[in-house]
């Protein structure tokens, strides 16, 4: 007996050894995660998230070309806490800003230090990829029902893999009202459907 | 005069009348058999495989591509829900596009397996009022919302039991199809139907060639001919290798919903357990499986 449950025990090691490296790595993962929250940006890769079981893909945050990394510009100037209209330069999110303007502005979604990445109210920091968290800070319900799959769109296999966009891939962050566009076509009416096929062509079109 | 109308020289003569109207015909005998040929569910796996090839071929020649026809059954365990959500749509139309590339719609005179119905707010859903020729600059339209209407793939689908020749039924997936085949054409379907989803080929149908789609499914979007009549299948070339239907993928506002209800965690069991859904006309006892939801 006594035998028995020591060899038992040494087949267990080699498993818990693994466990504790496993735990280890995903620590470390979380970590650099918090810390350098652009890191898969950089790489330009779809970052697969773990949401109960199910592998979901998201497609890289539609950012406008040559803006990111932010930094770039963001390193040499001063950070300016001050609330204002930007003129100098981002006007063009100026003109449009229509996100609860009254109350809100660039630095209560972007961080002010660090400005490749966002910023929750609890003072996390983000990427750019997880920005629909910071969006379900105050669309609760929005975020509950896109995680299930019933807001926005998703695409792929309806018994696999799925495909989801992003909030920001549909809703402008800085204008998230849809626009309005135009309609394709409107069908045929009736009457105007003509169904006309010369005699000779008939016996052609009977194969 | 009595020996000519024996029942021997009756049948000599039919015989000769009938020879000699088929070789007058100038009828091949692939087409003869192809005449001939059963009901799809009568096939056997090797009549089947050669139906297949044999149409293959017959599209290659006729759109100079390389087709794949699929015959594959339903997988076992599904029944196909849809759910639209009606406070998402804008009436854009993309769906119908969609729809019309993806299962080889005649382009000329047009078929449309979806009806993108405006209705008014104030009236709410009003078929009599509603208008499916809105044509503004842009949408939405103030004051209005919009309801798409295609097969809603009822559970009791009148249009099956009204067919005098068995040429649509109910696959065990809860899709209704038609075999274009054996359909001769009658169209009570078409008057069974409470949502006008059947759509009969009146003339010949025309799709240019580099808009046709190869991918194929024999009880689903595979060219028809003229004198038949086609449906929406939710896709089945599609939906039967997992994929999601095409209006489903097009839609700008994710206002479109599919899975299989007999799964406790699809979406669509989920928009069935907290939402507030709808059907249309459930008081006929239609039972569709396309259900309209408010996700809101």
Known sequence: MKINTKRRFIRWIPALFMLV????????????????????????????YTNESTEIAVEAPPLTDGIFPCNDCHSDIVPNP???????????????????????????????????????????LLSFEESYKLCGQCHGEKLRDWKVGVHGKRIG?????????????????????????????????????????????ENDEEK | MKKSNSRRSFLKNISLA??????????????????????????????????????????????HKEFHLSDKPAIDGTLFGYALDISRCIGCRKCVYACVEENNQSREPQIHWIQVLQMEKEKGIDFVHSDVHYNPETVPEEGHFYLPVQCQQCRTPQCTTVCPVKATWQEPDGIVVVDYNWCIGCRYCMAACPYGARHFNWGKPEIPEEEINTEMHYLGNRPRMKGVVEKCTFCIQRVREGRYPACV?????????????????????????????????????TQPKFYYFFGV
């Open chain 1, 21 to 48: 490296v496993l735990g280890a790595c995903s620590a470390s993962g979380s970590q650099a995660g918090q810390e350098e929250a652009d890191s898969n940006l950089k790489a330009g890769n779809v970052v697969q």
């Open chain 2, 18 to 63: 009938s020879a000699s109207a088929l070789a007058l015909s100038g009828c091949s005998l692939a087409e003869l058999e192809k005449f001939f040929q059963k009901n799809f569910r009568t096939l056997s796996e090797k009549e089947r495989k050669q139906l297949i090839e044999d149409l293959e071929a017959e599209y290659k020649q006729k759109y």
């Open chain 2, 249 to 285: 993928e097009v839609c700008p506002v994710g206002a479109r919903k599919f899975g299989n209800l007999l799964d406790p965690n699809s979406e669509i069991r989920y928009i069935l357990e907290n939402k507030r859904v709808l059907v249309l006309k459930e008081e006929l006892n």
């Open chain 1, 82 to 124: 001050q609330r204002r209209e930007l003129v100098d330069f981002h006007d063009d999110i100026s003109v449009l800003f229509n996100h609860d303007s009254e109350n809100r502005w660039c630095l209560d979604c972007h961080d002010m230090n660090n400005r490749d990445s966002l910023r929750l109210a609890s003072g996390k």
């Open chain 1, 157 to 201: 296999e309806w018994n696999g893999k799925k495909e989801y966009l992003l909030c920001v891939h549909c809703h402008n962050p800085h204008s998230p009202k849809f626009e309005s566009m135009t309609p394709e076509p409107p069908p045929v009416r009736q009457e105007d459907i003509r169904i006309y096929e010369p005699k000779n062509q």
